[in-house]
């Protein structure tokens, strides 16, 4: 049972610091959001996953939580967070939130007192290893931040300022760890189950989950941490049926399984890492540029596998881009930018968008980091609403207060010239958006066939199929001109075409070109 709005979700990613300044101190807040909103519903999309806007000391941009019931100051209150939800709903728009399980700041309350000598009800909220300068392997989840006060050294997460919740170890190897079936851990778990209710309750749609299968501890197999989100999402069943449940686990066929509706998946193809001095084969994301033009096969063909494997369990979570990566503008000329568009808004599963691809933003490199963001930072710029006004439009204050520095090349993309027409981007996913709302095979449970894929060659084909209606894709991310004989698309009808010539089955594709059609 998932909500049937999964079948139609197209997200939009909001970094909430980044995205709109109402109120002039520089900074991105949830007003600024609000005031966007027709912005971001005419986009065609009807979901929103904002990135943590929790009350924290920002050492890890929000994904250090000092407390987990509150809105930063810097963003706003509750109220205005209730609000948000209240607005977006009128628009029929979900707002999913982060839910940052595996860690808290050091400045989190249950941090607190967890550290102190005298036992409590935290006591048992974090990891503690009572020998000081014990820093465990340091491989895999087993590093400890030393010398840390009475209690000895802590368990982190991912930087030595986010201390690991304590949800237990599916296998224990010392006396300070407790295993995931003890009560004391079950406390724990009681908690973030409590701060996934207060978040519903006031009107979220659900959870993005941060570093979802890091809760417990030395579990090859991941047996017990599938056990501990099904029981989550028998809670979303029950009592949050419309709700929806994502993970950052990057491993679809373990996570659908663990009951997640989505999971993202890093075979996003264009983009999952950082443009690598030497390319990573794990990390295919050259495959579809234009320039350095590598074999499409490894890359594509994974995810179609992928697609296969798990249709019938959930979705997967297609990204043009996210606050950790570098922006799909990188990797790619405007034109090439498109074609990978028009395959994200192709592809089953659920697509999301991040703020400014939809306009071509692009990396900002060499940014003084941020926040801990480190070179992700260059992906967190401001959104540009219109080069006309000061900072882009994105707030009034003065340019040293603002977040990060807003790109004022004389060339960088604005939502103003969008507007009025002027961004092929911008109306590419416009028209793609809407095309994949009209059309039922376009649905994100609909089926895919790869019907074209060559080793070192251009383009790629496959048909979605749903309720009767069936549709060709073709891409063609390269700077060559392709041809492609298709005798099963000879009567293929265009729905959306952009530089491809039909003659009969045959499809003469310019450079970076797309075609939609219905067969
Ligand atoms: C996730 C977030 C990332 C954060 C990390 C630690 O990977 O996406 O931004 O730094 O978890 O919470
Ligand atoms: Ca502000």
Redesign the pocket.
Known sequence: MAPQWLKKAVFYQVYPQSFYDSNGDGIGDIAGVIAKLDYIKNLGVNAIWFNPWYESPFR??G?DISDFYKVAKRYGTNADAKKLFAEAHKRGIKIVLDL?I??TSLDCKWFKESEKPERNAYSDYYVWCPIAYYRGSGKGDDYFVSGWGPRGAFLA???AV?PALNFGYAKIEHPWELRYDDPRCRATKEEMIRVMRYWMDMGADGFRV??APSVIKRDAGKKKTISFWKEVRRIFDRDYPENVLIS?WFDPATSLKAGFHIDFCYNSFWRCGYRPEKPDPKWPQMAMAEKNFTDPVPAIKPAFDLIQKTQKKGYIGFYSG???AARLRYYGSEANTIVKLAMLFTLPGTPFLYYGDEIGMRYRENLTPKE?GER?TGSRTPMQWDNALVNAGFSTAAKEKLYLPVDDAADAPCVADALKGNNATYNAVKQLIALRKQHIALDNDAKVELIYLKHRKMPIAYTRTKGGEKLLVLLNSSKEAVSVKLPEAVNAAPLLVEGVRQDGGTFHLAPCSYGIYKI
């Open positions: 890890d941009a994904y940052v595996g860690h997460n991912y930087y986010q941060d570093m950052e996210n606050h950790d801990g992700r």
